[in-house]
């Protein structure tokens, strides 16, 4: 019998991402950036880990290298884009996938109540996660309940 997939969004995000608290640098910014080149976003939150935005490389480029500013006198703060959408750590996983799907996004932050970051969601991972829960074409779905 195969694992149920994963029924809220909590079981299929990825925790813990990239994070910097928004009085660091944009110069902290761009040591995670070079640190890491696996690293496509960074996540600005209050000390409280309530999320505030996010930065890119293109943000840094376009708010601070192009516009001829100090890196190191400039924070997270300034140059962090609110994100457009988030899920809820307790929505149902089906539901947000769907939700992805309709606006095209491929990687969405998770938060708690109070809007406390605690993940990200990308749509590449929950494709996978329900496709290991449907059976293979021809094949009945097994009820949980019967054995």
């Known amino acids: 019998m195969r694992p149920m997939s994963p029924d809220i969004v909590r079981d299929a995000m990825v925790p813990e991402p990239t994070t910097l608290v928004a009085d660091a640098s944009a110069q902290e910014a761009g040591r995670c950036f070079a640190d890491s080149g696996e690293v496509r976003a960074i996540f600005v939150t209050e000390e409280d880990g309530r999320l ?7 943000t840094l ?3 601070v290298v192009a516009a001829g500013l100090e890196p190191s006198a400039v924070t997270v ?8 959408f988030t899920l809820d750590a307790g929505l149902e996983l089906e539901g947000a996938f769907r939700f992805l799907e309709e ?9 708690e109540e109070g809007g406390r970051l605690v993940g990200v969601l990308s749509r590449a991972v929950v494709q996978r996660r329900l496709a290991e829960d449907e059976p293979p074409e021809g094949e009945p779905a097994q009820d949980p309940l019967v054995l």
């Open 77 to 84: 703060r300034e140059i962090a884009e609110p994100p457009n």
């Open 103 to 111: 606006h095209d996004l491929e990687r969405v932050p998770v938060v």
């Open 61 to 63: 480029v376009r708010e």
């Open 52 to 58: 505030l935005g996010v930065v890119t490389r293109k």
